[in-house]
Structures are given as structure tokens and as C-alpha cells.
């Protein structure tokens, strides 16, 4: 089937450490984005990627860093610099920059 | 910053009404609107797209967008229990989809 796989979908994290979440994709999809979502609060641009090898900052990319060195591949790393990163992380692509954008299934992040 | 306003809610309508949810934005370039539907601990999942003025409709759902008065909205015909949910406007800004906070949705049987 074709879609967007996030993994792990529940992950807890000890202050201090880094953690990585994984996106993948099989769409075929040029642009690749990471949001950020808080309880009762809409989503938040985290990085988006529009091509491999290239990705820019959002509107919130403190303590965050991605990779893209892949076409299917955009996996986010949560730096030990973001202070508070108990959320949920939404992975989405697109066939290109303004194209309709598809979300992955998210994945909670909980520091303990 | 690029604003999406919509009314937080709750929302509450009965079984078979219409419900009807508002959005406005402040970015005047925006050319591409969507609304996304989110049930609660899950991801968004695309309910419809509109790009120029007017009305779009698609099964029971209705978008409208006035980019002169920069709102865009969803009416919900036939409303049931199953379309409880948070709903998303989101208008393209620059790079990316700019979200609002979503409006809360109860169909109430």
C-alpha cells in the first residue's frame, strides 16, 4: 500500500538525550515536511524538504535537525537544545510544494 | 507571522443538520485552501481543496472561499455522530500549509 510510515508511534525520552523520529514514504513524493502539534493547538512547521538533499527551516526548527538523503526518507532528530518537546509529530509529503499534502499516522514524543 | 483564525468551539449541532465552519487568514498571496478533518490522538486526514472563488462541493461537504474578504468555510450537510471531530483550515502560505487551530465538531444524535 502506498502512504507515509512514521515510526515509533510512542516514544519516551530522558531530559538531555537526542532522539530520532522516522519518516518514510512510497508515493513517489518530491516534498516531504515534519509539523509539530500541541494539545488544543494546530499544527506547527517544523522543516520541510522540497527536493533530496535540500531541506529549510520552519517556522519553529530550534532544537530540531532533519536529513534528507533520500527521496523517501525525512527523519527528524530532537535535539537535547529543544526545551519542550513533549508533542505529537506529524510526518507529510506532497508531489510538490503546493500540492496537496498527506499526513502520516504521527508519533508522541514524551519526556520523562 | 501569517494568521488562521477559527472559532475554537465546541461546535454542537444535531443529527441531520448543517454545520458550518469559518475561517479567516492574513496572507492576501494564499492561492490554495484545504480543510483537514482530525479525530482526537490521530493524524489529519484531507477532507477537500478549493482554489478559486466560489463554491466547491463534494458529497456532503461544501467549501467557499471569498479571497477578497480573505474567509474560506465548510458547510456539512446530512451531519452524523461519525463527523465528531476537530476540523483544520489551512491555506497555502509561501511554502507550506498554514494551519489554524481547528474547530471542535459535536453531532449530537
Known amino acids: 500500500d502506498g502512504g507515509i510510515t512514521q515510526s515509533p508511534k510512542y516514544l519516551f525520552r530522558k531530559e538531555g538525550q537526542n532522539v530520532t523520529l522516522s519518516c518514510e514514504q512510497n508515493l513517489n513524493h518530491d516534498a516531504m515536511y515534519w509539523y509539530r502539534q500541541d494539545p488544543g493547538q494546530g499544527l506547527r512547521l517544523i522543516y520541510y524538504s522540497q527536493i533530496v538533499n535540500d531541506f529549510q527551516k520552519g517556522d519553529i526548527a530550534e532544537g530540531y535537525s532533519v536529513s534528507r538523503e533520500k527521496k523517501e526518507s525525512f527523519p527528524l532528530t530532537v535535539t537535547s537544545a529543544q526545551k519542550n518537546p513533549t508533542a505529537f509529530y506529524l510526518c507529510?509529503?506532497?508531489?510538490?510544494?503546493?500540492?496537496?499534502?498527506?499526513f502520516g499516522e504521527g508519533s508522541w514524543l514524551t519526556v520523562v | 507571522q501569517k494568521e488562521v483564525e477559527q472559532n475554537s468551539g465546541p461546535l454542537s449541532v444535531p443529527e441531520g443538520a448543517i454545520a458550518s465552519l469559518n475561517c479567516t487568514y492574513s496572507d492576501r498571496v494564499s492561492q490554495s485552501f484545504f480543510w483537514y478533518r482530525q479525530y482526537s490522538g490521530k493524524s489529519p486526514e484531507l477532507i477537500m481543496s478549493i482554489y478559486s472563488n466560489g463554491d466547491k462541493e463534494d458529497g456532503r461537504f461544501t467549501a467557499q472561499l471569498n479571497k477578497a474578504s480573505q474567509y474560506v468555510s465548510l458547510l456539512i450537510r446530512d451531519s452524523q455522530p461519525s463527523d465528531s471531530a476537530t476540523y483544520l483550515c489551512a491555506p497555502y502560505s509561501g511554502y507550506a500549509l498554514n494551519f489554524g487551530k481547528g474547530t471542535s465538531l459535536l453531532v449530537t444524535p
Open positions: 507529510a509529503s506532497s508531489m510538490g510544494l503546493s500540492d496537496t499534502i498527506y
